[in-house]
């Protein structure tokens, strides 16, 4: 196999959550431009709808299933939809997430419990769902958790010790998971995202964007391509031989 084919993703099936907006839909875009066949999912149907409208300006046709991911009662149903579509799976992308801003000692618990049930529970139960009923019988998968510079580092200017904490606790999940599946060949690798334009970091930004782009290195803040590449690869038999690794995107700002 060349190196360029090494990359396509002809044939493969996959599975974005959060798939709607943002990363999750920027996401989408580049694995479909590669080859894959696309489902998206998310709470909102009305965006889903109107994520599936713009993949289709693009080329690409994606099944949309609404689901909500903090009901893990919901999550058979989402993995079983997307085999019913496509006959199967290949690459699941854990992208779903949410953040609460408040000071550690003002945190309410049930916002805490919100924030880790969907950045990391759910994280678990869909991933040893789709292994389950996917992977782990066809023995070959890949997963990618979207984690966080969060993961990395607690100096940003975020008042978000739930967001942290479930975001540390997914990429360690990543890695878990990648030692106990690696004997299905399933590959499972994060990609922690420092600050790309989206609805979670508006508020933020608006506040602390000059701020941020002074402390990185490259000197912006993610666009609307900048997360495709590394989730192609990590799709991909480029990446064939990697896993329970991170990819950082973020302008090298965690390496200061």
Known sequence: MGVRESFELGGKVALITGGSRGL?????????EMGAKIAISARKSGE????KADLKKHGI???TVTNDLSKQAEIPALVEAVVKHYGGMHILVNNAGATWGAKAEEHPLEAWNKVMTLNATSVFAL???????C???????SIIVIASTAALRA????????????????LHLSRALANEWGRYNIRVNAICPGFFPSKMTSAL??????????????????????????AVYLASDASRHVTGQYIAVDGGASST
């Open 24 to 32: 999750g839909l920027q996401i989408a875009k580049g694995l479909g």
């Open 48 to 51: 889903l709808e109107e994520a």
């Open 61 to 63: 046709d994606a099944l």
């Open 127 to 133: 991933s040893q769902a789709v292994a389950n009923r």
């Open 135 to 141: 992977f782990i019988p066809q023995k070959s998968g």
């Open 155 to 170: 100096g940003m200017e975020m008042h978000a010790v739930a967001y942290y904490a479930s975001k540390s606790a997914a």
């Open 205 to 230: 930004l608006d506040s602390a964007q000059a701020g941020v782009i002074a402390r990185t290195p490259l000197g912006r803040i993610g666009g609307d391509t900048d997360l495709q590449g590394a």
